[in-house]
């Protein structure tokens, strides 16, 4: 068995600060590449920030360019979304994804990833 929980969710005001985590437990799950994804009521999953195994690649969405920091720890199996400068269109639950077998690739489609964890909660007022 695979697990991955996310952590670190709340209520912020805009222009605050979040660090949520990602810990990956079970069985171990080989080379993987990871991400962060958001679903925002009413809307599709959309992805946040792409790492790959290594974490010396990362990719982005324009959305959140420039204020979040996606991170890992693979001696810890922890991963990592450093989020600043939040907003209320930043309001989502966060989920993080795995998927194993991934070279030195990133993925950006929540089809890419083979594990999920149940989210955590982000809320941003204005």
């Known amino acids: 068995q695979v697990q991955l929980v996310e952590s670190g969710g709340g209520l912020v005001q805009a222009g605050d600060s979040l660090r949520l985590s990602c810990a990956a437990s079970?069985?171990?799950?080989?080379?993987?590449?990871m991400g962060w994804f958001r679903q925002a009521s009413g809307k599709e999953r959309e992805l946040v920030a792409a790492?790959?195994?290594?974490?010396?690649?990362?990719y982005y969405s324009n959305s959140v360019k420039g204020r979040f920091t996606i991170s890992r720890d693979n001696a810890l199996n922890q991963m990592y979304l450093q989020m600043n400068s939040l907003k209320p269109e930043d309001t989502a639950i966060y989920y993080c994804?795995?998927?194993?077998?991934?070279?030195?690739?990133?993925?950006?489609?929540?089809?890419?990833?083979?594990?999920w964890g149940q989210g955590t909660q982000v809320t941003v007022s204005s």
């Open positions: 079970g069985r171990t799950v080989i080379q993987p590449a």
């Open positions: 994804a795995a998927r194993p077998y991934s070279s030195n690739l990133y993925y950006t489609a929540p089809s890419d990833y083979d594990y």
């Open positions: 790492i790959n195994f290594s974490g010396r690649t990362t």
